[in-house]
């Protein structure tokens, strides 16, 4: 069991550290360094190119064009294997390009590292240490290091001296709010972000100093733990990809068994052995799909330039489709459905309600006092309060401008911070201020103290104290209270009155501070600040209330409703407390119904026996840890669900590699999670995801349509072939192996590129996500295919007899080889949609397609007239009564499949 350092007394963890309030000795520390190694995180192995080559040419439509390849050196048709081989070359490379993701995310942790740290070394005594700064990788087990406002903690640490320190850590816990840190030992607490006498790796000081004895370094810290997960968490096969691998064996038994009955129909016919070689090779050749792995790819590439219009870039393109698919978002609250910018929303003064609108740190937003709309600056109350809250602060709101736009960064702690804006909102600016009333001396705050106090000095000569805290604690030093404009005494039912309007505030998950003054003559200053510090009964003014909170994004409760009417489920997985994650979750719209709150101490208590039987009534994760979300996601794909999970934080990171999908945050995601992550959203925009899904379900729409219209070829050839063999006399085939070759690849991979461009049919985001156990091809397209196969068979067959009897067997297969050609230019058509007629599309909606068709038929005419390809292909030209036979041949499938829609659409009414 690890060793709980939080618990333990200073003593105690210098003992088990084996050092001392004075750090270590130089001989001490590189002795350490040897045996634990250097403060970074280890990264993983190297990814070797050989070892991602070898992993697309394991692809089964692979394997079965390389059998084809080597089919056809052995049967001596070079130009076929060169061909084949080209194929497997240009959808290896783009494979491979695609999935060279080196362990990017553990360099990113790397990164995340102090560069330097400020440590105890050689000291004589505690009064004679001099600190030393030395780079955060030798920091070792047993350092002191001293740490500063700005500092980036080098390494997990129990602390021990401190002053005022307050630590970021959300990029670890996920919580918007600083921490504010003690030396004092703790109660056994499961959940890192309450720890509050350690601080980690990575998270930065935000206020005060201190000084800690490290216990944790590299692989052993918080930090190093989560690049534990991401390493060893292994991604799960996307639905496309499982699908395409239950095709490719598919199509390879296919081939095997064409060429065996080929095989078997030669013998039978009484053909030579060579006459049945090449017969079998032809068709093995047109039973695979040549061009589907590197339309597969390119359909994905299609829809991942879509998603990039809508913010949502994509790193792998196989998460295209999954996105499609996704049944369940697991989302982060802070910094994906908040903004992670605190805001003050409302204020309570005297009996009165304030509210304030706005998000964000933009100084933008309405004061509304009692539901009626008001001017802050013509409002004694509000403008006073305004002045306390940004007076009694060391926040500071900084405007920078970047790319003509501007954007507005507290410096310091955002709780303050959200005070400054909310003065600022009103036109109350804290330079302004200031200058107006001059801070002459302060109380910090402490935890102890819980609250702060500033002392100042204006224009008049007067001195004001300026308290904000705990409410209980600020009404605690107040005798009077203002209401209207006026002071007049505190009474006990006001206390009451105030206290339950805090009780309010807390339960709406806002967090709540109080606001107090005094005007007092300066001589006075030194006085009161020693009552207020040494807890003595003082006379200050009760000025009011603020409740603040990270608020919703704006778009997030529509984008959040859109999921839902797909069918999607929406789970919070948040770090922050349980009030504040109910309160979002509310008020986007996931915690509408049912739906159940469970938090980190129920998930630590639960076996995964117990999750998965508990995790499809919660909505609402609360409290919870990297490894917690990790659980999260596995159990949810232990229930079949198709998960995509959102976040910012490193702490996100694990979760992230589980999922089918991760998503990342582009503004205020961390390198390691923009590394981890699948999709990274641009604009941080939680809108986005559900654009991206639906581009998805459009996606897989047109990679159905696309191998729809593949396979209707591969079909119509081997039935053209066997019909050939089993029933016509056999002077030759009635196409070759390098024209079935041209069809599968030049005419068919023109046109099902274009297929791929088709805009959605419909609102997709209306039906629910397709299960991950889908096919591509499903019985409706089989019979679609069957029934697009006998017309091309029967076509191309009967051109093909026709041709025989007035011309050469060459002329006769180059008849054959057009119309077949020509049946899929119209099947082109056809595949457009699987119910709705070309001309209810509109015929030029795709524009992209009637370009192709055009091109596709020039270069068909090319194929039989000019000289080296005729020499090739083993062509002859054509004339024009031939080819107006071959398109009112060809044009009857288009005919065809149009009267099926009809019928279809007629039978559904």
């Not at 008001?374 to 409002?379: G, I, T, Y």
Request: hydrophobic share 45%; aromatic share 4%.
């Amino acid at each position: 069991m690890a060793q709980e350092w939080h618990t333990l007394e200073t003593d105690e963890v210098f003992q088990l550290l084996n050092s001392d309030r004075t750090g270590l000795t130089s001989a001490e520390a590189e002795r350490r360094l040897e045996e634990y190694g250097p403060n970074e995180i280890e990264g993983a192995e190297e990814v070797r190119k050989l070892e991602i080559l070898w992993s697309q040419l394991k692809n089964p439509l692979v394997g079965v064009l390389l059998v084809a390849a080597a089919i056809s050196l052995v049967a001596g048709k070079t130009i076929d294997a060169i061909v084949i081989a080209v194929v497997i070359i240009v959808n290896t490379l783009i494979g491979f390009f695609q999935e060279y993701q080196a362990e990017e995310a553990l360099q990113a942790l790397q990164s995340k590292a102090a560069p330097e740290a400020a440590v105890l070394r050689d000291c004589p005594d505690v009064g004679g240490c001099v600190e030393e700064r030395i780079p955060a990788r030798q920091v070792v087990p047993g350092d002191v290091i001293v740490l500063g406002a700005g500092d980036k903690v080098p390494a997990d640490a129990r602390l021990f001296e401190l002053a005022n320190l307050e630590v970021d850590e959300a990029m670890l816990t996920g919580e918007s709010s600083s921490v504010r840190k003690t030396a004092e030992p703790l109660e056994r607490r499961p959940f890192i972000g309450g720890r509050t006498n350690l601080v980690y790796g990575g998270t930065i000081v935000l206020t005060g100093r201190a000084k800690a004895v490290v216990f944790g370094t590299g692989a052993e810290t918080e930090m190093g733990k989560i690049a534990t997960l991401i390493r060893e968490t292994e991604k799960v096969a996307t639905p496309l990809q499982k699908q395409t691998l239950d095709l490719g064996k598919k199509l390879g038994m296919l081939a095997v068994g064409v060429a065996t009955l080929t095989l078997i129909l030669g013998l039978i016919r009484g053909l030579a052995w060579e006459d049945m070689f090449l017969f079998a090779l032809a068709s093995a050749v047109s039973s695979i799909p040549e061009g589907l792995p590197a339309v597969m790819s390119i359909t994905l590439a299609v829809g991942l330039n879509h998603m990039a219009r809508h913010n949502a870039i994509i790193r792998r393109l196989q998460a295209v489709d999954t996105l499609g698919a996704a049944t369940v978002i697991c989302t982060d609250k802070t910094g994906t459905l908040t903004t992670n910018q605190m805001t003050v929303q409302e204020m309570v003064l005297g009996s009165s309600t304030v509210c304030i609108t706005g998000a964000g740190f933009a100084p933008v937003g309405d004061f509304e006092r009692d539901g009626a709309a008001c001017r802050p600056a013509s409002d004694p109350d509000i403008r006073l309060a305004l002045h306390i809250g940004a007076l009694c602060n060391d926040a500071r709101l900084v405007r920078h401008h970047e790319h003509d736009q501007s954007r507005w960064e507290i410096r310091g702690d955002p709780t303050e911070g959200a005070l400054v804006v909310a003065a600022a909102k009103a036109g109350q600016h804290k330079e302004d201020l200031e200058q107006e009333f001059r801070r002459v001396d302060e109380l910090p705050f402490t935890a102890e103290r819980k609250f702060m106090a500033t002392f100042h000095q204006n224009t008049q000569e007067e001195a004001w104290a300026m308290v904000k805290g705990a409410p209980e604690i600020v009404l605690a030093h107040c005798t009077q209270i203002r209401e209207n404009g006026e002071e007049r005494p505190l009474t006990e039912e006001d206390r009451e009155r105030i206290l339950e309007e805090n009780h309010r505030l807390a339960s709406e998950a806002l967090r709540v501070l109080g606001l107090a003054y005094g005007v007092i003559d300066p001589e006075q200053v030194e006085q009161l600040k020693e009552d207020l510090e040494q807890e003595a009964p003082t006379e200050l003014v009760f000025s009011g209330l603020t409740g603040m909170l990270d608020p919703p994004r704006p778009e997030v409760p529509e984008a959040v409703a859109r999921c839902k009417r797909a069918g999607i489920r929406v789970i919070m997985a948040t770090g922050d407390h349980q009030l504040t994650g109910e309160a979002i979750a509310r008020e986007v719209g996931i915690l509408d119904g049912g739906g159940k709150v469970c938090t980190g101490a129920d998930l630590a208590s639960m076996g995964d026996d117990e999750l998965d039987a508990a995790i499809e009534e919660v909505a609402v994760f609360a409290r919870v840890s990297p490894e917690h979300k990790h659980r999260i996601v596995q159990s949810l794909q232990r229930h079949g669900h198709v998960v995509a999970m959102t976040g910012d934080g490193v702490n996100d990171a694990p979760a992230l590699q589980a999922a089918e999908i991760g998503v990342a945050m582009g503004m205020t995601g961390t390198d390691v999670t923009k590394e981890t992550a699948e999709m990274i959203l641009v604009d941080d925009n939680f809108a986005s995801i559900v654009n991206a899904v639906e581009e998805g379900r459009v996606v897989f729409q047109n990679v159905r349509k696309v191998v729809k219209f593949l396979l209707a070829t591969n079909i119509g050839e081997d039935l053209t072939l066997m019909t050939t063999l089993a029933l016509l006399p056999v002077p030759g085939l009635p196409i070759t192996a390098v024209q079935i070759l041209w069809v599968n690849l030049v005419t068919d991979g023109i046109l099902d590129v274009t297929i791929a461009l088709e805009p959605k049919e419909g609102d997709v985001m209306d039906e629910p996500p397709r299960r991950p156990e889908t096919r591509i091809i499903n019985r409706e397209i089989l019979i679609n295919v069957a029934y697009v196969a006998v017309f091309m068979a029967a076509g191309t067959l009967w051109t093909f007899t026709q041709a025989q009897r007035g011309g050469s067997l060459a002329y006769a297969q180059t008849t054959a080889f057009t119309t077949l050609a020509m049946f899929q230019v119209f099947n082109s058509l056809n595949c457009r949609s699987r119910d709705k007629s070309v001309f209810r599309l509109g015929v030029f909606s795709n524009r992209y397609l009637i370009v192709a068709i055009v091109v596709s038929v020039l270069l068909q005419i090319a194929a039989q007239n000019v000289p080296f390809m005729q020499v090739a292909l083993g062509t002859v030209p054509l004339g024009w009564r031939s080819w107006g036979t071959i398109v009112l041949i060809a044009g009857s499938i288009f005919v065809a499949d149009e009267v099926r829609k009809y019928v279809s659409s007629a039978r559904a009414k």
